[in-house]
């Protein structure tokens, strides 16, 4: 519709069509065959997104939702060590507060390499639990989930992982990495409404569940669940939301998950083309085990110009991209490519933000817009 924004941010994303129709239905059952075969579903496409055998208990809550779940399920009355190098790692942290024994903040700057060197020295002074967000999405920077994982396994820890903002748009493989509990986020990558949560939990994690987790996200009352016939939550779904996340699923299937994690790598090329072009200086700073984020990039602003201004002309052109959070306001502005969007999409976002940038008066000596599309054509 005319009046819809394109969203290109970081998650809320546009939704396809057989996504939002399939919201638009009569109520159903959320204890018969029909719901439980809709779970099944999701489960099954899920598998190979997380790259996990185990199976994926889907929540009704949002991504922090799934957050609190792995933390108070397998961290409660423990000392955790969290690796925080953006928002989302501080906010996995807070959450750590309200759980752990001892909640320890293994800190590096927004978009810097995680200190890796100080999560060996951590887990060496008894941290049992580490978590870390895989794709930061706050600063642009993808973290090395292989990496921890090889260290958590060294020192004998669970591993939680925030992969709401990979899974479904960037390369997973949570038992290859020695991922405890992944948690992935349904109006991300999976381009379906915002609401729920989806969690996977190793075997070795289950050995290790606390004792009295939380009454609405006790995870093993939904792996009990999960295991009848047909599928069921322990308590009432979000029945809609649900049915939208099964036929998202079902495009990624369609779709193909390697094709679907080509695409994205593509977009976020291209759109590091378009930033070279424009003479703009990505944010994160990478290193041989951290890369650019390939479902978010976030962008030093130009020089001499305000987020609310520089937003606003974009916005003009009925598209919406993010700005810098926090003490990075005005500072940064993020172009989401996760999802469903493609080249089209892409293409209109970086014309209306490259406009956006010359009207800064900053200097674009060559298109974006071209050295994009030599990407994507």
Same mark, same amino acid.
């Given at each position: 519709?005319e009046d819809?924004?394109?969203?290109?941010?970081?998650?809320?994303?546009?939704?396809?069509?057989r996504?939002?129709?399939?919201m638009?239905r009569?109520?159903?059952n959320?204890?018969g065959?029909?719901?439980?075969?809709?779970?099944?579903?999701?489960?099954?496409?899920?598998?190979?997104l997380?790259?996990?055998?185990?199976?994926?208990?889907?929540i009704?809550?949002?991504?922090?939702?799934?957050?609190?779940?792995?933390v108070? +399920?397998?961290g409660?009355?423990?000392?955790?060590?969290?690796?925080?190098?953006?928002?989302?790692?501080?906010?996995?942290?807070?959450?750590?507060q309200r759980?752990?024994?001892?909640?320890?903040?293994?800190?590096?700057?927004?978009?810097?390499?995680l200190?890796?060197?100080?999560l060996? /020295?951590?887990?060496?002074?008894?941290?049992?639990v580490?978590?870390?967000?895989?794709?930061?999405? &706050?600063?642009?920077?993808?973290?090395?989930?292989?990496?921890?994982?090889?260290?958590?396994? $060294?020192?004998?820890?669970?591993?939680?992982?925030?992969?709401?903002t /990979?899974?479904?748009?960037?390369?997973?493989?949570?038992?290859?990495?020695?991922?405890?509990?992944?948690?992935?986020?349904s109006?991300?990558?999976?381009?379906?409404?915002?609401?729920?949560?989806?969690? /996977?939990?190793?075997?070795?994690?289950?050995e290790?569940?606390? +004792?009295?987790?939380?009454?609405?996200?006790?995870?093993?009352?939904? $792996?009990k669940?999960?295991?009848?016939?047909?599928?069921?939550?322990p308590?009432?779904p979000a029945?809609?939301?649900?049915?939208?996340?099964?036929e998202?699923?079902l495009?990624?299937?369609?779709? @193909?998950?390697?094709?679907?994690?080509?695409?994205?790598?593509?977009?976020?090329?291209?759109?590091?083309?378009a930033?070279?072009?424009? @003479?703009?200086?990505?944010?994160?700073?990478?290193?041989?085990?951290?890369?650019?984020?390939?479902?978010?990039?976030?962008?030093c602003?130009?020089? +001499? /110009?305000? *987020?609310?201004?520089?937003?606003?002309?974009?916005?003009?052109?009925?598209?919406?991209i993010?700005?810098?959070? *926090?003490?990075?306001?005005?500072?940064?502005?993020?172009i989401?490519?996760?999802?469903?969007?493609?080249?089209?999409?892409?293409?209109?976002?970086?014309?209306?933000?490259e406009?956006?940038?010359?009207?800064?008066?900053?200097?674009?000596t060559? &298109?974006g817009?071209?050295?994009?599309?030599?990407?994507?054509?």
């Amino acid at each position: 519709m005319e009046d819809e924004l394109l969203l290109m941010l970081p998650g809320p994303v546009p939704l396809p069509e057989r996504v939002r129709s399939a919201m638009a239905r009569q109520a159903i059952n959320h204890r018969g065959a029909e719901f439980g075969n809709a779970y099944a579903d999701i489960v099954r496409v899920l598998k190979d997104l997380f790259g996990t055998k185990n199976n994926p208990l889907v929540i009704s809550g949002s991504g922090t939702s799934g957050m609190e779940a792995a933390v108070s +399920n397998f961290g409660k009355g423990r000392k955790i060590a969290h690796l925080i190098n953006g928002k989302f790692g501080e906010r996995m942290y807070t959450i750590g507060q309200r759980y752990a024994s001892e909640a320890l903040p293994v800190v590096s700057d927004w978009g810097t390499p995680l200190n890796l060197e100080a999560l060996k /020295s951590a887990l060496e002074g008894g941290c049992e639990v580490v978590t870390m967000v895989h794709n930061e999405t &706050s600063a642009g920077i993808l973290n090395p989930g292989e990496e921890v994982g090889k260290i958590c396994r $060294k020192y004998d820890a669970l591993f939680i992982m925030d992969g709401v903002t /990979s899974i479904g748009g960037d390369n997973v493989q949570a038992d290859k990495w020695g991922v405890d509990v992944a948690v992935v986020g349904s109006q991300k990558c999976l381009a379906a409404p915002a609401g729920l949560a989806a969690v /996977s939990v190793s075997g070795r994690a289950w050995e290790r569940a606390v +004792n009295n987790p939380p009454y609405y996200l006790d995870l093993m009352a939904y $792996k009990k669940n999960a295991a009848k016939d047909p599928m069921e939550t322990p308590y009432t779904p979000a029945v809609p939301l649900f049915l939208a996340l099964r036929e998202a699923c079902l495009i990624i299937e369609e779709e @193909g998950i390697e094709k679907r994690i080509l695409r994205h790598h593509k977009m976020a090329k291209a759109v590091r083309s378009a930033v070279g072009a424009w @003479g703009l200086d990505m944010f994160p700073k990478i290193d041989a085990f951290h890369q650019y984020s390939n479902t978010v990039t976030a962008v030093c602003i130009p020089p +001499n /110009s305000n *987020d609310k201004d520089f937003r606003g002309t974009v916005k003009n052109f009925s598209i919406q991209i993010a700005g810098g959070q *926090d003490h990075l306001k005005d500072k940064i502005f993020r172009i989401g490519h996760m999802g469903a969007v493609s080249a089209p999409e892409l293409l209109a976002t970086l014309a209306a933000t490259e406009f956006a940038i010359r009207k800064t008066g900053h200097k674009v000596t060559d &298109s974006g817009v071209m050295a994009a599309a030599e990407v994507l054509g």
